[in-house]
């Protein structure tokens, strides 16, 4: 396998019992996958963010800019291989997602297929250019 592609889900539940889902995420995935449709699952990140904080002087600053200062910062964070919440995530997108898992697969493999007929026509054009 080599290609990869982000996954993103919004409502993973953390939790399935007796058909009732509960502590659902969102997040991502580097799914990598082959040309036959084959796929893993490789890293998986949180959506994270944190408060910014600001001193008074920056606040009226911008305000005379006319400008807002960012309340949050955002970022991807990796979780760690091996601990419960990687484990159960990882899990997820194997057996009760897998079949969302393998639509994304698919759509990415057809978005593949387009590019290289793209880029194959594009080539052709070039060369009849002399370019």
Known sequence: MNRTFTF????????IENGFEACEVAGSAEISYSRDGEWCVEDIFF???RRLKHSIEQHM???AAGQFLKSWEHKNVA???GTPIHGIIHDRLENEWHDTVQDAVNYQLEQDRE???EARADARRDARMGL
């Open 8 to 15: 993103s889900f919004d409502d993973l539940p953390l939790v």
């Open 115 to 117: 590019d290289a007929a």
């Open 61 to 63: 600053a911008a305000a």
């Open 47 to 49: 959506d994270g963010r």
């Open 79 to 81: 979780l760690d291989r």
